[in-house]
């Protein structure tokens, strides 16, 4: 479901943050344009030149944002060696040789006394082809050295409540995540954000001391529903839930605009599971509450927060739920809250 304006606001919102010189900078998590073609990276480029960092020159003065590019499936259409990203992000990925850029990399930075190490891996099993075992065997590189905190990015979660994108998809994912983990230090791995899902959500599947997974695609594509519980026994996990700090927070949400904006009854039965809906999985419907947003990620010294930035009907922005990981206690919800 689309809702106009969305994508401008972002954009106006990550520029006043540039501005403020509050981030450091984004992580894209795919699906930057609808097929890889001159003229959609020239409208990419056009469309966010004056947000993010380049070689084009922007339009305004201030600050821009370095980019940290993850590859989705759709920047594969009709560029399988990914020509397309190479040009928009020159410089980015791993030399794998025959004048060949990885689509996997990483980068570390120093916090206080702790190391903090960014994975970025590729999702797209089928697409890679060959590559794909190319980036498994580049994955114990990626763990070697000195490091005590993991963050890794991809396109496709491992875990997802939101039905229409799917989770795990080609088993690509979970191996990838099962890869990274049999190299690392022992639980290291803090967080897997992922996109693909247009939706924003966040999940503790293996309790407050395994790895938080984030769904960051709200980002202004047509909204996707989220389910507020589900069953993740396709990938190990059991019962699932929306982590149930967030979910409460995107209850109060909800009643808000549902009372302001006179939500159908149905909608309403279907986000709470009751009435019309008695019997059936609770889920946010996206025509009328659409969960876009993007989160925000500090770290000081061995700790991180990740806050939920989330849209409001009036095009605004607000933080609306924060969950911090205490390095020796694992993940705490809430702990900010007002």
Known sequence: MWHDGVTEAIQAELQRRADAKS???VVLTGDEVRYSADKEWKAWDTEWRDVFDGETLPTREGYRLPVIPVVGDHEYLGDRKLKGVEGAFPGVGVDIGFNRVASWYHFDMRVGDSIWRFVILDSNKQKLGSRWNEQLYWIPRAAEGRYDHVVTFMHHPVVSLAPAAGRNEDGAPLELVEALEEN?????LRAVFSGDAHTSEVLLPDGRLGSAHISAGGGGGGAEALERWGNGSDVNMGDIQLEPIFDVKLQMAFDAQAQAKAFPEAVVDKAKARGSWEGFTATYDPSYFPLYGFWTVTITGADLYAEYVAWQ??????????IDYIDGNGWIAGKSDD
Not at 184 to 188: A, G, P, S, V
Not at 313 to 322: A, L, Q, V
Request: aromatic share 16%; no cysteine.
């Open 313 to 322: 009907p009036d095009g605004s922005f607000k933080e609306i739920y924060r």
């Open 23 to 25: 981030l450091k900078f």
């Open 184 to 188: 690392l230090k022992l639980l290291r």
